[in-house]
């Protein structure tokens, strides 16, 4: 079965922390990965989306990796910031899955002042 | 900046009314969702459609119909509101490198 897990489900770091979310993914037969927020009560955001031949994309303080060989993905924040507290969900595009997203349960981030 | 928007952003209703919750893209892209998503879980996904007159069902099965007469529209309809339908539903695009854009979502409650 495709699924995408991301652990720890929650996570709370004190301001100016670099920090590192982990998503694992059971199949590397994908097309594409893509890293949401999620602010409570809203829609996802679209944060960075790496293309299945790509290994890294970037985005101000935001890096997203790509290992499929491994089954991972790393959504890399610098230097955080109160304002970045939200869920970060991963969802991969498997080849063959009918053009639908499997998501992860997300982590819900709190970065303290 | 995504172009997909949804209507209404809250909704009260009363059990037993028909309501039908809005959504549209201005992105021309074919592919669309519907996701469910009570508060602090995952999404679910409902119904989806590959382009105009193709409606899938998703993966939790759902009560709700929806239709794709034109691209940019993808309404989603309850015949008959329950609290059981009470929940967040999310709406989705998906564009030609594959980059998925969402609504702000419609909050549904049903007295």
Request: neutral net charge.
């Amino acid at each position: 079965k495709q699924e995408v897990t991301q652990i720890p489900a929650a996570l709370s770091v004190p301001e100016g922390e670099n920090l590192v979310l982990n998503c694992s993914f059971t199949d590397s037969a994908i097309y594409n990965l893509q890293w949401f927020r999620q602010d409570p009560g809203k829609g996802l955001t679209s944060l960075l989306l790496i293309q299945s031949s790509q290994r890294e994309q970037t985005s101000g303080r935001l890096n997203a990796s790509l290992d499929k060989s491994s089954g991972r993905s790393t959504l890399y924040i610098a230097a955080s910031q109160p304002g970045d507290s939200a869920t970060y969900l991963c969802a991969v595009l498997y080849t063959g899955a009918n053009s639908k997203l499997t998501f992860g349960k997300g982590i819900t981030l709190s970065v303290r002042p | 900046e995504a172009d997909i928007y949804q209507t209404p952003r809250y909704l009260v209703i009363g059990t037993g009314k028909k309501i039908t919750l809005e959504c549209s893209q201005t992105m021309g892209h074919d592919k669309m969702y519907w996701y469910q998503q009570d508060p602090g879980m995952e999404l679910h996904l409902i119904h989806y459609s590959y382009g105009v007159n193709s409606t899938e069902k998703g993966d939790l099965s759902s009560e709700s119909t929806v239709s794709r007469i034109r691209t940019e529209h993808f309404p989603l309809t309850l015949e008959s509101a329950r609290p059981s339908h009470t929940s967040q539903y999310l709406c989705a695009s998906r564009g030609p490198r594959a980059e998925a854009f969402f609504g702000q979502g419609t909050r549904l409650t049903v007295v």
